[in-house]
C-alpha cells in the first residue's frame, strides 16, 4: 500500500512525465489517447454501426431509428470522464474492456425508456469481435490527433523556421564541414534547408497517410453475418460504416486484425520529421556555443545551480531528448505492429495504448523547439567576425578562376598557400594580384570577401515561403 503523497494521482504522482511535469504541454492529446478517449472512441464506432444497420433495409430486425431514439445515441456519443468511469466499473466484472462497452450502451438505452431502441437492444455489437471495434476506435484516434494536434505543431514549426529563414536570408554564416571553416552561406539558407525537410516529412509522408479500418468479423470474412442474412453485401456495407460514418478507408483484407501497415507508415512519417528537427536543435546548439546566437536573459531564470553567469540552451537539449524517447517508441511501432501470429495475437494490444506516449513525447519536443526560437538572437557581429578570420575560404573560388584561365597547377599553388597558414585580406588579395589574370576575373576576385562569398543562398532562402506555405 501506497502512503502520503503516493495515495492519490496528480502531477506530482504520476508515473509518466507527460502525465505529471510536462502535463500542462501534452494535454491536448488526452482527448485522444487516454483511456477516457480509447472509450469514447469505441462507443463512436458501436453507435455508427447500429446506425449503419438501421439504414439498412436487409436488417429489417433493426428499424430505422426515430429522433427519441437519435436523440438517445447522440448523447451516448458525447460521455465525459463520469460516464468512462461506469464502462470501468463494468469492465471490473467483465474483465473484458469492448464487452463492458457493448453493456454500457445497453445500460443507458434501458434507463433512457425510448421504445425504439429497445428491439435493436441486441444488435449492439452484433457479429463483432472486438478488433472490429479497437481498430476503428484507434484510427479515429490517431486521425484526430494528427490533425488537430501534432499537424498544426509541425506546421507551426515549419513557418517559424521559414520566417526567420527569410529574415536572415542576407546573413552571411562561416560553413563548416567536418567542424572545419568552409565555403559561407547564409544563416537564412541553413534555416531553410530545414524548413524544406520538415515540409518535405509532412507533405509527401504524413499527409499521404489513409487510416485504415477493417469490419468484418472474428477472422476477417464475415462468417456469422452471412449465417444471419445471407443476401447481405457485407463488404459494401461494412465499408459504408468505416468511409460512409467514420470517414476512414475501409480495408477490405485483414485477418482479426487490421494489419497496421499505416500505423508502421505514419510512425515511419513522424520520426522522419523527428529525426530532422533533432539535427536542427543539435545544430542551433552549436551555433549558441560558437557564440554565433544569443540567449536572450530572462531576469528570473536560473541558468546553474553555482555559475550564476550562465544562460543554457535548454529548450533545445529538452527537444533532442524527448524526440529520441519519441523515436524509440516509433521506430519500435513501426516493426512490430504490422507483424501477428496467424490470424491473431495480442501482443499489438497492449502496444497500441503506447501510440500516445510517442506522440506526447513528440509534442513536448516540438513546444520546447518553438520556445527555443523565442529566444535566440542572431549576432551578426560574431558571424562577421568569425568569417573575416577565415580568409583562407577564398582559395575555392580563386583557384577554380585559375583553372577556367587555363593556370597550371591552381589547386596545389593555393593548398600551399593556405593550409596550415595564417591567411587575411592582405595575403589572399596579393596572392590574386600575382595571378595576372585578365581585368574581369582579377577585379572580381578582388572584391571577393568571405561575407559575400555566399552563391545563390540569399535568394534560395527567401523563396522557400512560396514552397512551404502549401502544405499549411
Known amino acids: 500500500?501506497?502512503?502520503?503523497?503516493?495515495?492519490?494521482?496528480?502531477?506530482?504522482?504520476?508515473?509518466?512525465?507527460?502525465?505529471?511535469?510536462?502535463?500542462?504541454?501534452?494535454?491536448?492529446?488526452?482527448?485522444?489517447?487516454?483511456?477516457?478517449?480509447?472509450?469514447?472512441?469505441?462507443?463512436?464506432?458501436e453507435l455508427a454501426w447500429l446506425h449503419t444497420m438501421a439504414d439498412c433495409s436487409g436488417i429489417p430486425e433493426v428499424t430505422p431509428l426515430d429522433a427519441a431514439g437519435k436523440g438517445v445515441l447522440q448523447q451516448l456519443g458525447g460521455i465525459g470522464p463520469s460516464d468512462a468511469e461506469r464502462?470501468?466499473?463494468?469492465?471490473?466484472?467483465?474483465?473484458?474492456?469492448?464487452?463492458?462497452?457493448?453493456?454500457?450502451?445497453?445500460?443507458?438505452?434501458?434507463?433512457?425508456?425510448?421504445?425504439s431502441l429497445q428491439g435493436v437492444k441486441e444488435f449492439i455489437h452484433f457479429s463483432c469481435t472486438s478488433e472490429d471495434i479497437n481498430n476503428l476506435a484507434y484510427g479515429l484516434m490517431l486521425k484526430g490527433a494528427v490533425k488537430n494536434v501534432i499537424r498544426p505543431a509541425m506546421i507551426k514549426i515549419i513557418h517559424t523556421i521559414a520566417n526567420l529563414a527569410v529574415e536572415c536570408a542576407d546573413v552571411p554564416l562561416l560553413s563548416?564541414?567536418?567542424?572545419?571553416?568552409?565555403?559561407?552561406?547564409?544563416?537564412?539558407?541553413e534555416l531553410a534547408n530545414v524548413a524544406y525537410r520538415l515540409h518535405t516529412h509532412v507533405s509527401r509522408h504524413i499527409d499521404r497517410v489513409e487510416y485504415m479500418g477493417k469490419f468484418n468479423g472474428a477472422v476477417g470474412n464475415f462468417?456469422?453475418?452471412?449465417?444471419?442474412?445471407?443476401?447481405?453485401?457485407?463488404?459494401?456495407?461494412?465499408?459504408?460504416?468505416?468511409?460512409?460514418?467514420?470517414?476512414?478507408?475501409?480495408?477490405?483484407?485483414?485477418?482479426?486484425?487490421?494489419?497496421h501497415d499505416y500505423i508502421a507508415e505514419?510512425?515511419?512519417?513522424?520520426?522522419?520529421?523527428n529525426t530532422t528537427l533533432m539535427d536542427f536543435n543539435m545544430?542551433?546548439?552549436?551555433?549558441?556555443?560558437?557564440?554565433?546566437?544569443?540567449?536572450?536573459?530572462?531576469a528570473n531564470e536560473v541558468g546553474s545551480s553555482t555559475m550564476p553567469h550562465k544562460v543554457n540552451p535548454i529548450d533545445f537539449?529538452?527537444?533532442?531528448?524527448?524526440?529520441?524517447v519519441a523515436n524509440a517508441l516509433l521506430r519500435f511501432f513501426s516493426s512490430k505492429l504490422p507483424i501477428s501470429r496467424l490470424q491473431r495475437d495480442l501482443t499489438d494490444s497492449t502496444v497500441l495504448r503506447n501510440l500516445g506516449t510517442a506522440l506526447g513525447n513528440s509534442l513536448l519536443a516540438y513546444e520546447s523547439t518553438l520556445k527555443g526560437l523565442s529566444k535566440v538572437a542572431v549576432d551578426e557581429q560574431a558571424m562577421a567576425a568569425e568569417l573575416d578570420r577565415n580568409w583562407m575560404i577564398l582559395a575555392e573560388p580563386v583557384q577554380t578562376v585559375m583553372r577556367k584561365v587555363g593556370l597550371e597547377n591552381p589547386y596545389e599553388k593555393l593548398k600551399a598557400l593556405t593550409r596550415g597558414?595564417?591567411?587575411?585580406?592582405?595575403?589572399?588579395?596579393?596572392?590574386?594580384?600575382?595571378?595576372?589574370?585578365?581585368?574581369?576575373?582579377?577585379?572580381?576576385?578582388?572584391?571577393?570577401?568571405?561575407?559575400?562569398?555566399?552563391?545563390?543562398?540569399?535568394?534560395?532562402?527567401?523563396?522557400?515561403?512560396?514552397?512551404?506555405g502549401k502544405n499549411a
Open 176 to 189: 563548416r564541414t567536418h567542424g572545419q571553416p568552409a565555403t559561407p552561406t547564409t544563416f537564412g539558407k
Open 223 to 259: 462468417n456469422a453475418h452471412l449465417v444471419a442474412y445471407p443476401d447481405i453485401d457485407w463488404p459494401q456495407l461494412a465499408k459504408t460504416l468505416v468511409e460512409g460514418h467514420l470517414g476512414l478507408t475501409y480495408q477490405p483484407y485483414s485477418t482479426q486484425i487490421e494489419c
Open 87 to 115: 464502462v470501468k466499473a463494468i469492465e471490473g466484472v467483465t474483465n473484458h474492456d469492448v464487452k463492458a462497452i457493448e453493456y454500457f450502451i445497453k445500460e443507458r438505452i434501458d434507463a433512457a425508456g425510448v421504445a
Open 266 to 273: 505514419l510512425c515511419d512519417g513522424v520520426s522522419r520529421f
Open 283 to 298: 545544430d542551433m546548439w552549436s551555433y549558441i556555443a560558437r557564440d554565433l546566437l544569443k540567449l536572450k536573459v530572462i
Open 421 to 468: 597558414q595564417t591567411v587575411d585580406q592582405g595575403v589572399m588579395r596579393e596572392f590574386v594580384r600575382s595571378l595576372g589574370l585578365g581585368k574581369a576575373d582579377e577585379d572580381r576576385l578582388m572584391h571577393l570577401s568571405p561575407a559575400s562569398y555566399t552563391g545563390v543562398a540569399s535568394q534560395l532562402a527567401k523563396d522557400l515561403p512560396t514552397i512551404v
Open 317 to 324: 537539449e529538452n527537444s533532442e531528448g524527448n524526440l529520441g
Open 1 to 45: 500500500m501506497m502512503n502520503g503523497a503516493g495515495s492519490s494521482l496528480s502531477s506530482l504522482t504520476a508515473l509518466s512525465p507527460l502525465d505529471g511535469r510536462y502535463a500542462s504541454k501534452t494535454a491536448a492529446l488526452r482527448e485522444y489517447f487516454s483511456e477516457y478517449g480509447l472509450i469514447k472512441h469505441r462507443i463512436q464506432v
